[in-house]
């Protein structure tokens, strides 16, 4: 493990976990990469405190920028509860902001339109631009249509207007995606993507699960389902929160491999499960970047696995070396916050090559789980009881094994459980529309080692 730190940066560490040992003719490598971030503030040396914060100094741009898409499409006046509670919930976003953070509030239906503050710019937050956005919010109504790709665009051209490290998004939606097409939505995704973060919450149950979750996972956000839409200011609440809390932006993971080895995968593991494999931009000779966002303090596990050349019983070599980097603001080298080193040593001793190691075993079913409960609601959609009921009490063995206890409790309101160490169940004959939106929402949610 090594530490690298500068005045004002939280302090990053990287750990690796793993079993080095390979057998002879051995070649997958498997590591556990452990990332933590504690302390300190943002980029430049100018830390994101409340007393410190680049956005309390006169004619200084702000450390953070926000902007919070509220859908207002014609389903939300059913209930009509339904859109008093959203904004209810944006005016406690709004009142969580930290003074000095830019901020906007857009209203999405089948087009996007600015409600706060308007002619394409961003407020910055206090006490006087705080009271007028929740006014502002008083003319929201609900009709029209759904196209969130719009909404996204608009939220990307708001904060492009600010220079500032922090850029995120809250999206909000009670419905499906109808009223444009897939592709447009996907090439607002693409086109979002690495500029800002957004988290995304569906209300109520008419949305679609794999919408929402695929908007959050393309800007590296959260996904949840807020079922009763009077928990929507808490939610709020907690999501602008951890926004506030974030310091540094644009974190990559970057992986230097030696010639002849070759990336497998290499996957965030907690504390959710999000495929990274695909998003790797080049970084020079034999390295890659995989982004990982915004980071506040908090931990995240990473499983990174390589393939090595064969190679003799008593060899060695350094089959990875990963580091968090961040860009320089001004164009200049990135910054290496930390690294940790990935080994291979070939042995004859079996009990050593044989060995898995706890977190990599651990992580490894994790991942299944995810993809065993989603494979399983699939094919219960489809009607395929006896795939789901495989699949399905393959995760509640998982979960069980694993000590996911969130996950085993909504497990059990889909499936009853015979035996859940053998992953036995049945299908139940009736299931609320909440509750199954609600496990397949949170599938990707991993529990940590156990100690």
Not at 6 to 22: A, G, T, W
Not at 85 to 104: E, H, K, M, S
Not at 203 to 217: F, L, N, R, Y
Not at 236 to 245: R, S, V
Request: charged letters at 20%; aromatic letters at 4%.
């Amino acid at each position: 493990m090594a530490n690298f730190s500068k005045s004002n940066v939280p302090q990053f560490s990287v750990e690796v976990y793993q079993n080095e040992f390979l057998p002879e003719g051995g070649r997958e490598v498997n590591a556990i990469v452990t990332v933590a971030s504690t302390g300190g503030g943002t980029l430049g040396g100018a830390p994101l405190t409340a007393t410190a914060s680049p956005a309390h100094i006169p004619g200084q741009a702000p450390g953070a920028a926000v902007v919070v898409m509220v859908d207002c499409s014609g389903s939300m006046d059913y209930p009509p509860t339904k859109m008093r509670n959203a904004r209810d919930a944006t005016a406690a976003a709004i009142d969580t902001l930290r003074d000095g953070v830019a901020f906007a509030v857009v209203d999405g239906t089948h087009i996007a339109r600015e409600v706060y503050p308007g002619n394409g710019r961003l407020a910055t937050a206090d006490s006087q631009t705080r009271a007028q956005a929740k006014e502002a919010l008083r003319k929201l109504s609900a009709g029209g249509g759904t196209a969130i790709g719009t909404w996204l665009r608009l939220a990307d051209r708001l904060l492009a207007t600010v220079d500032v490290p922090i850029r995120h998004g809250i999206l909000l939606t009670d419905g499906r995606n109808e009223h444009e097409s897939p592709e447009d939505l996907r090439s607002a995704l693409a086109w979002c993507a690495g500029r800002f973060t957004c988290d995304a919450r569906g209300v109520g149950t008419d949305w679609e699960v794999k919408e929402v979750t695929s908007i959050a996972s393309a800007l590296l956000g959260t996904a949840d389902i807020v079922a009763d839409p009077a928990n929507l200011a808490a939610d709020f609440t907690q999501m602008m929160e951890n926004a506030m809390g974030k310091e540094v932006a644009d974190v990559a993971l970057r992986l230097w491999t030696p010639v002849g080895v070759e990336i497998k995968f290499v996957k965030q593991v907690a504390p959710t499960v999000e495929e990274l494999t695909g998003r790797r931009t080049e970084a020079g000779p034999r390295a890659g970047d995989y982004p990982t966002g915004s980071w506040g303090d908090e931990s995240r596990d990473y499983h990174v696995c390589v393939q090595v050349p064969q190679a003799n019983i008593g060899q060695e070599m350094l089959a990875a070396r990963v580091s968090l980097l961040v860009p320089d603001r001004e164009g200049g080298t990135p910054q290496v916050l930390s690294q940790g080193l990935v080994r291979a040593v070939w042995t004859d001793d079996m009990a050593a090559s044989t060995s898995i190691n706890p977190q990599v075993a651990h992580y490894t079913g994790q991942a299944e789980l995810a993809q065993v409960i989603q494979q399983g609601l699939d094919a219960r959609k489809s009607g395929d009881v006896d795939g789901a009921t495989a699949k399905l009490g393959r995760a509640v063995q998982l979960a069980a094994f694993s000590g996911n206890a969130d996950t085993a409790k909504l497990l059990a309101k889909v499936v009853d459980v015979v035996d859940e160490a053998t992953g036995t169940v049945r299908l139940k004959a009736k299931v609320a529309e909440a509750d199954e939106m609600t496990l397949e929402t949170r599938s990707t949610k991993t529990v940590r080692v156990k100690k």
